[in-house]
Every structure is written in C-alpha cells, then in structure tokens.
C-alpha cells in the first residue's frame, strides 16, 4: 500500500518475515534508483533489513496485532528510510558492543552496529509505544530520483 | 532463495557445500541443524565452503559464531573456505574475521585439521 505523499513510499505491514523481505526490497530499489553503486546498495538494503528484523523479531515479537511501518524517500541530499515498530521501545546506549573481545563470541548483538556501519546517519525516537530508526544515506550532488 | 547444504567428506573432514543466503528464519535454522546435526553425532572435523553463500545477516553471523562455538564445546572444530568477497567484508567489519579460520583453498583447509 503505498502513501500519498509524492516521491515516497510508505508501507504498514504485518510482523512478519515476508514484510522484512518486502522492506528489504524496497530499499535496495531506492538506492538502485538514486544511482548508487552495487556495494552502496547492498549495505542500504541490509540496513534496511536489519531495521526491519528488529522491529519485527524484538520490537513486535511476531504479534500479528502490532504492524510495522516503513518509509523510504529520495529527498535528492539523501536517501531517507524510516522503520518503526510498536514494541515496547529500544534504549540504543544499552546495546552491548559487539566488538568489544567479551561480545564477539555472541550469537546476536550485531543488527544496530551493522546498521550504523552502512548508513551515515541512524537516528532513534521513542515513540511510546514503539521505536522508529531514521537510516539516511547521503547522496552525491545529481542523485535526485527521476 | 534459501541456503542449500550439500555434505561430503574429505579425509576425515565432513564438508558442508552452502549455497544460497543464511538469513534469520531460515538458513540460520538450516545451518544450525545441520552443524549441530554433524556434532551430536560425533563429526570433529567440519569446514563450511561458503563459496555459494552470497548473503549472510546478522542472524547469520551469529549462527556461524554459534556453530563455532557449540563445536569447540565438544572439542570439534568448525572453519570456513571460500568467503565472498561481500561474507568476507562482514567478517572483516565485525572483527569475526579473528574468531574464524578461514580459507580460500579447500586443500589447505582440509589439511589444516589436526
């Protein structure tokens, strides 16, 4: 379902891991549009995903009452891509390191630092309830969709 | 498209032919069935030709790392050949490229194993 806002695309979906597949999609499409490279969008694509997955997985735990939302806008400076759950929020500075030598041999851990390693800003709002990630990717001069 | 696994042995190492994404939901599971499968049954010697393997999440970082991990829990040893060059970024990025033996020929892999 897309929105009515001109030049974005905003989505509300189930939990579910078809949706994270639809906003995975979704991204590496912007970022293919917006011209940038195969490596640039695979990274935006991930970031997207790992976005998603942690809205799905630990904000909405798979609860088919509480949707997902995502937004994905060329704005010409930047891509902007929104994900927001309706989980019971995610404090950021909580988040162990993962690269800190107690935390590599964990099995989870590393969405977020993946996500900050590929975009060039992560922005985090309590939405109460829920948390919404702004991913901005910024964009070389003449990179506005056609 | 989801990860197909493949096993033959070579010189005593069982080798796991990946192909395909390790994403959470379902080739984490996959891998993790299939290593924990190896390991349950006394399998020591275990290398994950990730030559096929053109995307790995998060989820499955933490698979490689738990398969990794369960193996050296039971004195087994788990190693990866033939990283892509997108695997092998993460790795790098994630600084799993230090926990990991990694190869990029299966000769030497396979001779690697005590």
Known sequence: MSGAKA??????LKSTMESVAEVEAAAEKLAAEAGLDEDECFHVAMAAREAAVNAVLHGNEYDPAKQLSASF???????????????KGLDPD??????????????TGRGIFLIRSFMDEVRFRQLHPGTELTLVKHLAQGSENS | MALTIASREVDGVT????????????????????VRGLISKGVKKILLNMGEVNYVDSSGLGELVSAYTSA????????????????????????????????????SAIASFK
């Open chain 1, 94 to 107: 909580s988040l162990p390191d993962p690269l800190a030598p107690e935390n590599l041999l964990r099995g």
């Open chain 2, 15 to 34: 080798v796991l032919d990946l192909s395909g994404r390790i994403t959470l939901g379902e080739g984490s599971v996959q891998l993790r069935d299939a």
């Open chain 1, 73 to 87: 806008e060329n704005t010409g400076a930047a891509l902007v891509i929104t994900i927001a759950d309706q989980g």
């Open chain 2, 72 to 107: 050296k829990n039971q004195q087994a040893e788990v190693k990866l050949l033939n990283l892509t060059k997108k695997v092998h970024d993460l790795l790098q990025l994630t600084k799993l490229y230090t926990v990991f033996d990694i190869y990029d020929d299966e000769a």
């Open chain 1, 7 to 12: 030049g974005r695309l905003s989505l509300q």
